[in-house]
């Protein structure tokens, strides 16, 4: 299975602001809280240590009022460059929940690693973004995600 | 989301979990095989491949035929598409969330500006 590639998601979006003030975005929970999440939905939490091994804290509450919260660790941090971090469903503590606790059988992507990138051109800044989901059940052998690419692949010619 | 698609997500990566099935759903891509068919790439005994499909089948990933003893196996693909849906959730997100950082940066960019002048 060599010859497929690790199934990713990858966002990008170029936003007409100075590069600094993107990293802080990123970085800072006063301006974090500000947009993260998707529309209708705001980010009550937001803790950060920002350093390689600190952890985040933050959560995204939905319209309705549901609370759901992300925690994980820095693996990379280069100023104005390049974020990386895991990223994992918890509950308001920090405590990492399971497949199981959220209604996933053993093998559903748990943890994701996230990559931001950050570059510079013409007064603009475009970040990028790309996760990556594992299971607990793909240290062995192939992931679900690629078997998985290969099925749609296969499925989309017939 | 709703409870059903959970429920259903849940099933089917019960199912991918484990990578003998997802080679057998690999295998099947690419057409109908009896139970006979599988046993033979994986060395399994037979009671060990049907007990496979059974979970394969309860996912709703695949169907098994009627005809009496060969009974083929054929992929089904709905479920596969819900795991995808799922997937191409988390970029709708970021999607959503970079629309917000969006809006943001041109308020607080407003704001540095006005108190500039």
Not at chain 1, 66 to 79: A, D, L, S
Not at chain 1, 114 to 129: N, Y
Not at chain 2, 29 to 52: R, Y
Request: negative net charge.
């Amino acid at each position: 299975m060599d010859e497929l590639k690790e199934r990713q998601i990858e966002v990008s979006r170029t936003f007409d602001a100075p590069l600094e003030m993107l990293w802080k975005a990123w970085t800072e929970p006063k301006h974090f809280m500000k947009w993260y999440g998707p529309k209708g939905f705001t980010a009550p939490t937001c803790e950060i240590d920002l350093r390689e091994g600190g952890r985040h804290l933050w959560s995204m509450q939905s319209p309705d009022g549901r609370q759901m919260y992300f925690t994980g660790n820095y693996k990379e941090v280069q100023p104005m460059t390049r974020l990386v971090y895991t990223d994992s469903m918890s509950d308001a503590k920090g405590n990492v929940m399971s497949a199981e606790m959220m209604g996933m059988p053993e093998g559903a992507p748990v943890t994701m690693d996230v990559t931001v990138t950050f570059e510079h051109a013409d007064g603009k800044t475009t970040v990028s973004v790309s996760h990556v989901g594992h299971g607990d059940a793909d240290h062995a052998g192939m992931g679900w995600e690629q078997a998985f690419d290969k099925l749609t692949a296969v499925l989309a010619k017939g | 989301m709703t409870p059903m698609t959970i429920d259903t997500l849940s099933l089917t990566f019960s199912a991918l979990a484990d990578p003998t099935r997802r080679q057998i759903l690999a295998h099947l891509a690419n057409g109908e095989l009896s139970v006979t068919q599988l046993a033979e790439p994986f060395n399994m005994t037979m009671p060990a491949v049907s007990k496979h499909l059974k979970v394969l089948e309860h996912a709703g990933l695949i169907v098994r035929g009627r005809k009496a003893q060969w009974r083929p196996a054929k992929l089904q693909a709905v479920p596969l598409k819900e795991v995808a849906d799922w997937v191409e959730q988390y970029r709708q997100n970021w999607e959503e969330s970079f629309d917000k950082l969006d809006a943001y940066l041109k308020t607080i960019q407003k704001e540095e500006k006005d108190s500039d002048d």
